[in-house]
């Protein structure tokens, strides 16, 4: 990523569409709305998560190696997220 800023802003956008697909199929599910409710609070978490980790880089470790790894871990938890989604 070319600025903190700009990772902030495709983490953002990730989220958005993840929460906004998950609104779609729970409108169209028959999953119970606690179980939506959960999800829909675990993509806002991932997203407050993840920007407040760009905003605070861990001490001690490489800048480079440190967005690699939270891009890296950003990627599963979205990945995760999307296979909740499609269990529908």
């Not at 675990?42 to 998560?49: A, G, H, S, V, Y």
């Not at 001490?59 to 269990?87: H, R, W």
Request: some cysteine; glycine content about 4%; charged content about 25%.
């Amino acid at each position: 990523m070319a600025s903190r800023k700009n990772l902030k802003k495709v983490i953002g956008y990730i989220s958005s569409e993840l929460l906004s697909q998950a609104i779609y199929v729970a409108l169209n599910s028959d999953r119970e709305p606690a179980e939506w409710n959960q999800l829909f609070e675990n993509i806002i978490r991932l997203n407050n998560d993840y920007v407040a980790r760009v905003s605070h880089k861990q001490p001690g470790m490489a800048a480079k190696k440190y967005f690699d790894t939270l891009c890296t871990s950003f990627n599963e938890d979205a990945k995760a997220i999307v296979a909740e989604i499609q269990k529908g």
